[in-house]
């Protein structure tokens, strides 16, 4: 069972101001949630597959085929800086990291 410590202790961590109704709204609450995972770790699971979907679902993406862009020089002429071939941006990283 969660105490209303416990749930100062998460409010300060997750940076919340509770009331003090809060506080007790929310142990009685979270009270509840952890007794009901509790009713649920009793259920014998042993002989069940895990499983990420309770139906199958099927990706409807289309297959990625790569395909060089006819107008590439176009497209880095539109550039505000080019090296060559590429796109020249700036550098974000410190010499530090």
């Not at 199958?56 to 993406?61: E, I, L, S």
């Amino acid at each position: 069972m969660i105490d209303r410590e416990q749930v100062k202790k998460v409010a300060n961590l997750a940076r919340l101001e509770l009331s003090q109704e809060e506080e007790e709204k929310f142990t009685t609450q979270l009270g509840s949630i952890l007794d009901y995972f509790e009713q649920l770790n009793e259920i014998d699971v042993e002989d069940i597959e895990p499983t990420t979907r309770a139906i199958d679902m099927v990706n409807v993406t289309r297959k990625d085929n790569l395909q060089p862009y006819p107008n590439r020089d176009e497209i880095l002429e539109t550039a505000p800086e080019q090296e060559g071939e590429y796109f020249r941006v700036p550098k974000i990283m410190n010499k530090e990291e």
